[in-house]
């Protein structure tokens, strides 16, 4: 299981950064502050890469940051903060040393406890190691930390969802604190973060995945939504929703009158699916 959303590039380099500023001056945080540095350096160059090509010119950087690194956690071994940025180096992409990442995460964690983003990582890598019941524990643990983080919810509900069935296997999950977690998961990440429309979406698809969803609740997340997003395809694709979830609720007409609404080509699927079922015997 991989998240598209939970990569460890340059956004989470500015936890470390916000780390680093609240630490006591001295020769640690000041090496560190310049490793750090140096790898926002080098992940934004690597980001702006075309071909693999051009990337090959930073693989003898990325090796001296790496022995930089070595040579300050020798130096300082009871530095959490250094493990946790080395290891997000390493978990980047582009070098993709997951399994010296993660080492390097549980020895941050066991050195400081109270790092969120450790936690997070932590419990990404579980998830991708189909792990979802270990893994949950390290992202409720990062939004105790960090509650108003929004991408830790964001990844608790996408767990949620795409393990589902893994959770209500166990026995430690009932169907109904499950699904409403799920669906909080969502709604807190896009409260938290209202500029982001792909939470926001996500939040709308969150209702297909629970038994038992709030029509009315999802209903007017769809109609809300539309007046956010470009008329046309995006305005259109709401309307969708909005057809569907009508038809769910047994609002056959109204079902229809804004499927009449919907004219993109690229929709014509979805909709001929929903009008079928608008034809079908009740």
Request: charged share 25%; with cysteine.
């Amino acid at each position: 299981m991989r998240f598209p959303l939970i990569s460890c590039g340059l956004a989470m380099l500015l936890s470390v950064a916000t780390w680093l500023s609240a630490a006591p001056e001295g020769d640690p945080a000041e090496r560190l502050q310049a490793l750090v540095a140096r790898q926002r350096e080098l992940l934004a160059a690597a980001e702006r890469k075309t071909s693999q090509n051009e990337l090959e010119d930073l693989r003898q950087p990325l090796q001296e940051l790496c022995f930089a690194y070595e040579d300050y956690l020798r130096a300082f071994p009871d530095q959490a903060v250094g493990y946790a940025s080395y290891a997000l180096l390493l978990d980047h992409p582009i070098i993709d040393e997951r399994r010296r990442s993660t080492a390097l995460f549980l020895r941050a964690n066991q050195l400081n406890p109270e790092m969120a983003l450790v936690k997070n990582q932590l419990g990404n890598h579980l998830a991708e190691d189909g792990k979802p019941l270990e893994a949950v524990n390290y992202y409720l643990a990062a939004i105790r930390l960090e509650p108003k983080e929004s991408l830790y919810h964001y990844q608790l509900g996408t767990l949620l969802a795409e393990a589902r069935d893994d959770f209500l296997k166990s026995g430690e999950w009932a169907r109904e604190k499950l699904d409403a977690a799920l669906i909080s998961a969502f709604r807190e990440a896009m409260n938290l973060a209202p500029d982001n429309w792909r939470y926001a979406y996500r939040f709308g698809l969150a209702f297909y995945d629970v038994d038992q969803p709030d029509w009315a609740e999802a209903l007017g997340f769809w109609q809300s939504f539309e007046s956010r997003v470009k008329p046309g395809i995006e305005q259109q694709t709401c309307r969708i929703h909005q057809a569907r979830i009508h038809l769910a609720r047994g609002e056959r007409d109204r079902a229809r009158a804004i499927l009449e609404t919907v004219t993109e080509s690229v929709l014509d699927r979805q909709k001929a699916k929903l009008i079928a079922e608008l034809d079908a015997p009740k």
